[in-house]
């Protein structure tokens, strides 16, 4: 099986934010074909919350709230543990599709991730 | 002259000063639960008003949290169990209704458990919290406390009369947030209470509020009609909730409902601001909305009635 999981150390986050910083300087279409993407779960929503990205992409989620957050497809896909404060989790998505995820914490929170081929 | 009641006493008002911060205490009189300050229930004149207390509720301990609206919330359910085990006749029970860790970890568990274990009442019931069931394989909570609903989180007991049910609500969620029962469930607390007198006072506990306080934040659970359907022949219903860490009540007709305060960090009302994360407040005003909840049999006919404790 190609699917990845991996929790991301927070020591690593600084090298991330460095990815995702030369990712905003890509045009959509050459983002999409990027190696990670990042979402942000803050203020009680995923930000972006519908994200679209090539087969093979790994997106990381990275918590910037107080209160902890998990992000679990709502297919069992993916399942993060509990995420502290600025700790990440990290999926790669191999094959085309949607997957839709939700905050089991906060439900409310509510995501979709697109890929394409 | 005798002070007419004893928090007009100076002792009174120490004890008074010495509560401001930790829990709820609560009563049943006259079929209805009604919330008492800890402060009385602690002088021996206010007990024998009381009666013995039943359980303390205590709920809301976030074991692990460690973030600026309460760095060290190891303290904060230490003097709550300081103040449950200094009330001058030790309940019976105490009723635990979730969210016993905040990511879920075997140590945060482990920690909360040797915590508990200071408690001088030892028989301790259990509801687990949506942050008690974050890890992989939601196992980390039946592990230590699935022992009473054969890991399925709902089940009942009989104490001094007193029908208990606990029920979990934090496992599937409705989309928007709300937490559900289940069929399963529901089904399981009609056998329950079939064949029950309706004047069986009945306590039911569980994480998140059993009724809708504000759905954009999900403080609710979605199928609670149909329970409260179930539960309407009785005389008296107490629900207790947590998961809010603010006291909301009201009383429909012979149901009163209750949320606790947590003993780790307060919460905003509901709609304040993006979400329901930790409030932070000026750290001397932090024990004045942090406590628990006790719950006393006070006379016959059979009456509970319910008081709130703060830790300042």
Same mark, same amino acid.
């Given at each position: 099986?190609?699917?990845?999981?991996?929790?991301?150390?927070?020591?690593q986050l600084l090298l991330l934010g460095a990815m995702a910083a030369v990712v905003s300087y890509a045009t959509a279409a050459e983002a999409a074909s990027e190696g990670s993407t990042i979402v942000m779960a803050k203020e009680f929503m995923f930000a972006p919350a519908a994200l679209t990205v090539a087969a093979g992409s790994t997106v990381t989620w990275t918590n910037r709230d107080d209160e902890p957050h998990t992000v679990v497809s709502d297919s069992g896909l993916f399942r993060s543990a509990a995420l502290d404060t600025n700790e990440s989790f990290s999926f790669r998505f191999d094959k085309p599709g949607t997957y839709r995820y939700t905050c089991t914490i906060h439900p409310r929170m509510v995501g979709t991730i697109v890929v394409r081929q | 002259?005798?002070?007419?009641?004893?928090?007009?006493?100076?002792?009174? /008002?120490?004890?008074?000063? /010495?509560?401001?911060?930790?829990? %709820?205490?609560? #009563?049943? #009189?006259?079929?209805?639960?009604?919330?008492?300050?800890? #402060?009385?229930?602690?002088?021996?004149?206010? %007990?024998?008003?009381?009666?013995?207390?039943?359980? &303390?509720?205590?709920?809301?301990?976030?074991?692990?949290?460690?973030?600026?609206?309460?760095?060290?919330?190891? /303290?904060?359910?230490?003097?709550?169990?300081?103040?449950?085990?200094?009330?001058p006749e030790q309940p019976a029970l105490i009723i635990h209704t979730g969210d016993i860790t905040h990511l879920s970890k075997p140590a945060e568990f482990d920690q909360a458990q040797q915590l508990f274990s200071r408690l001088r009442t030892?028989?301790?019931?259990? &509801?687990?919290?949506?942050?008690?069931?974050?890890?992989?394989? &939601?196992?980390?909570?039946?592990?230590?406390f699935g022992k009473a609903s054969?890991?399925?989180g709902y089940y009942s007991?009989?104490?001094?009369?007193?029908?208990?049910?606990?029920?979990?609500?934090?496992?599937?969620?409705?989309?928007?947030?709300?937490?559900?029962?289940?069929?399963?469930?529901?089904?399981?607390? /009609?056998?329950?209470l079939k064949g029950r007198s309706a004047s069986t006072p009945i306590v039911v506990f569980a994480h998140m509020p059993l009724w809708t306080l504000y759905?954009?934040?999900?403080?609710?659970?979605?199928?609670?009609?149909?329970?409260?359907?179930?539960?309407?022949?009785?005389?008296?219903?107490?629900?207790?909730?947590?998961?809010?860490?603010?006291?909301?009540?009201?009383?429909?007709?012979?149901?009163?409902?209750?949320?606790?305060?947590?003993?780790?960090y307060p919460q905003p009302a509901a709609g304040e601001g993006a979400g329901p994360g930790p409030l932070k407040v000026p750290p001397e005003q932090l024990p004045g909305m942090l406590g628990v909840t006790s719950v006393a049999v006070v006379k016959h006919p059979r009456a509970l009635r319910l008081n709130d404790t703060t830790l300042a």
């Open positions: 099986m190609s699917l990845r999981q991996l929790l991301v150390p927070s020591v | 002259m005798q002070d007419p009641t004893p928090l007009t006493t100076r002792r009174g /008002a120490l004890k008074c000063l /010495a509560f401001g911060s930790a829990g %709820t205490l609560f #009563a049943l #009189a006259g079929g209805v639960f009604t919330p008492l300050d800890l #402060a009385v229930a602690a002088d021996r004149k206010g %007990t024998a008003a009381l009666g013995k207390p039943l359980f &303390v509720q205590i709920s809301d301990t976030h074991i692990g949290f460690n973030k600026e609206a309460n760095p060290d919330v190891t /303290a904060t359910l230490n003097r709550t169990i300081d103040i449950v085990n200094g009330l030892t028989e301790m019931h259990t &509801v687990p919290g949506e942050h008690d069931t974050t890890d992989p394989t &939601v196992t980390e909570y039946f592990n230590r054969g890991n399925k007991f009989d104490h001094a009369g007193v029908h208990f049910v606990a029920l979990i609500n934090v496992l599937q969620f409705k989309p928007g947030g709300l937490g559900t029962l289940g069929g399963e469930q529901l089904a399981w607390l /009609a056998d329950d759905e954009p934040w999900g403080w609710g659970t979605a199928d609670a009609p149909q329970l409260m359907e179930q539960l309407r022949r009785f005389g008296s219903v107490t629900v207790l909730n947590g998961h809010i860490h603010q006291i909301v009540q009201k009383v429909e007709g012979t149901v009163t409902f209750h949320t606790a305060r947590s003993t780790a």
